[in-house]
């Protein structure tokens, strides 16, 4: 069993950046694949980042490559999520998931663990 607990959200003005983390319990975690996922409002829960087990391989959503950046520190049982060049659209509940499996996913579906979420705005 691994559980996940997001924070680091809140409010930006867009341009500016926050840095979200995501702390995970369980010795397995440095085994899996991690991902951030988010969901505005009245939408789906949408794809942003994912990083493999070592933090090699990372992926990223179109909307978010080149201003947002996934990274893990294993010895802390953490990934981040550095976020820049905010734009309002980026507005969302941002989740972290953990898949059992060496390498992350672009599919909510193969994640198996997630935490509860953290809610960024950014303001124009």
């Known amino acids: 069993q691994v559980q996940l607990v997001e924070s680091g959200g809140g409010l930006v003005q867009a341009g500016g950046s926050l840095r979200l983390s995501c702390a995970a319990s369980?010795?397995?975690?440095?085994?899996?694949?991690m991902g951030w996922f988010r969901q505005a409002p009245g939408k789906d829960r949408v794809f942003v980042a994912a990083i493999n087990w070592s933090g090699i391989n990372t992926y990223y959503a179109d909307s978010v490559k080149g201003r947002f950046t996934i990274s893990r520190d294993n010895a802390k049982n953490t990934v981040f999520l550095q976020m820049s060049s905010l734009k309002p659209e980026d507005t969302a509940v941002y989740y972290c998931a953990c898949r059992r499996y060496y390498s992350g996913s672009y599919y909510s579906t193969e994640y198996d663990y997630w935490g509860q979420g953290t809610k960024v705005t950014v303001s124009s």
């Open positions: 369980g010795r397995t975690f440095s085994n899996y694949g």
